[in-house]
């Protein structure tokens, strides 16, 4: 907090419609008189030692501000670069991804009541990036479980469950088949679980889950998931379908120190620079940001006016959402409605 009142936020604007989308934000929170002060990040990555790295700067300034707001990263295809999300998520040692699914009330899917919250293990898993050929025509990819990255992301499932007032945490797990791996993770949550005697803990198979989440998602609406990556990426992507697509959906990557909120989505090159993109996934990342700092009222406010524009119908939705509204239309309204 600035000695005036206001926040200092990084904000790492992106590639492609990160530009456009980053632009619809600030235009909505100067006119929210919301009181952040964008303190813009450049993250073009270098290359050290072999290593893709973040530039000090853009380091710097995420670690004084604590929070963040991130549009897409494109990740080049082919040698050098590791992808740019996942370094950042290791820098910042961002544990936890947050990932919550409400329907849009106006955008009518085959559900209207989905709400549900996901968190995914962030930094190990199926994600390791450890890979080598044993033979020719013989591979081997090494999935890591740790307990402490375990721990800490399922303590991190319990505690948010009990600040939203959900009464269960489940873990969804194939302990069935992977004993050692993820067994270690249901293993670690039947441990924190003792020091929440108020939150029930709960386990699932991620199969039955996944046949659960499509055929009544409602069964996910008073409870927090937690599972290892690779679940989480994939389960997490399912909840975005049940709600109308990758253009609504919000994240948060937590860690201990710093978090940083993203859309789910990527940069879209095929609509980039087209005036085509819908920013309602980082507006509402923004509100999950902003909730983060306690400025509910804000958050309540821009939600509640990115609600209203999405159901007053076709003419303010963008196209993903089946509508005819540019990315400036649509953020005008936004701000007509706040
Ligand atoms: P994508 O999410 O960029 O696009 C998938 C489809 O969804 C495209 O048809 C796109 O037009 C549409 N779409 C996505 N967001 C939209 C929005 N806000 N409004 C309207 N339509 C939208 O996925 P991709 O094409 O697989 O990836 C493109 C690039 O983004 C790649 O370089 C990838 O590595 C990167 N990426 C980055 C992140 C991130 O920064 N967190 C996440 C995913 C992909």
């Given at each position: 907090k600035n000695a005036n009142g206001t926040y200092t936020v990084s904000f790492i604007e992106g590639d492609g419609i990160g530009v456009e989308i980053s632009q619809a934000v600030k235009d909505i929170y100067k006119a929210a008189n919301v009181p952040i002060e964008w303190e813009s990040c450049d993250v073009t990555p270098l290359l050290i030692n072999g290593r893709t790295t973040i530039p000090q700067p853009a380091v710097d300034s995420i670690n004084k501000n604590l929070v963040a707001l991130k549009g897409p990263l494109a990740t080049p295809i082919g040698?050098?670069?590791?992808s740019l999300n996942l370094t950042l998520r290791r820098t910042f040692n961002l544990f936890a991804n947050l990932r919550p699914a409400k329907s849009i009330v106006?955008?009518?899917?085959?559900?209207d009541d989905v709400d549900s919250v996901l968190i995914r293990e962030n930094t190990?898993?199926?994600?390791?990036?450890i890979e080598h050929t044993i033979v020719p025509g013989v591979v081997q990819s090494i999935k890591l479980i740790t307990k402490p990255a375990s721990e800490r992301v399922i303590k991190f499932a319990f505690e948010y469950a009990r600040s939203v007032n959900r009464p269960e945490v489940v873990v969804v797990h194939k302990a069935s088949i992977m004993k050692l791996s993820d067994g270690l993770f249901v293993e670690t949550a039947k441990e924190v679980a003792k020091s929440f005697p108020d939150i029930k803990l709960g386990f699932e198979l991620l199969d039955n889950t996944s046949l659960k989440m499509v055929s009544d998602p409602t069964k996910y609406s008073n409870l927090v998931m937690v599972m290892p990556n690779l679940y989480g990426d994939i389960m997490s992507d399912l909840a975005s379908g049940l709600i109308g697509g990758l253009g609504l959906t919000p994240s948060g990557n937590m860690g201990d120190k710093v978090s940083i909120f993203e859309a789910?989505?990527?940069?879209a090159p095929d609509i980039a620079g087209k005036n085509m993109a819908n920013p309602t996934a980082l507006l509402l990342s923004s509100c999950m940001m902003l909730r983060h700092m306690s400025l509910d009222t804000y958050a309540d406010k821009i939600e509640t006016a990115v609600l209203k524009t999405i159901a007053s119908g076709p003419e303010s939705r963008t196209k993903d959402l089946k509508g005819d509204a540019t990315t400036s239309h649509y953020t005008e309204q936004v701000i007509k409605n706040l």
């Open positions: 040698k050098g670069h590791q106006g955008f009518k899917t085959p559900y190990e898993g199926e994600y390791s990036g789910v989505h990527g940069s």
